[in-house]
Nanobody
Framework: QVQLVESGGGLVQAGESLRLSCAAS????????MGWFRQAPGKEREFVGA????????RYADSVKGRFTISRDNAKNTGYLQMNSLKPEDTAIYYC?????????????????WGQGTQVTVSS
């Protein structure tokens, strides 16, 4: 079992930055690939980005490419989502997730463990 807790969400203005954290506990976090997803009101949960277990490979949704960066510190059992140049359309609840697959996956159904989510609101 892996427990995930997100933090760092909040209200910011367009153009500003936020860094989300995902603290993991339980089984060895370093063996899991990690993903970030978001869900806006009335919309389906969508893939934002992911990082593999050793942190050497990442993938991003086109909508955030060049603005968001995913990283992880396996020594601290923590993953991060750095969000720069935020836009109002980035407003959503952001979730981190973990999968035992040692490669990047983009489907929500591929992730076994999920955090509770953290709200990010970007005002124009």
């Amino acid at each position: 079992q892996v427990q995930l807790v997100e933090s760092g969400g909040g209200l910011v203005q367009a153009g500003e930055s936020l860094r989300l954290s995902c603290a993991a506990s339980g089984r060895a976090f370093s063996t899991y690939s990690m993903g970030w997803f978001r869900q806006a009101p009335g919309k389906e949960r969508e893939f934002v980005g992911a990082i593999n277990s050793n942190g050497l490979s990442t993938r991003y949704a086109d909508s955030v490419k060049g603005r968001f960066t995913i990283s992880r510190d396996n020594a601290k059992n923590t993953g991060y989502l750095q969000m720069n140049s935020l836009k109002p359309e980035d407003t959503a609840i952001y979730y981190c997730a973990a999968t035992s697959r040692d490669y990047i996956v983009t489907l929500t159904t591929s992730y076994q463990y999920w955090g509770q989510g953290t709200q990010v609101t970007v005002s124009s």
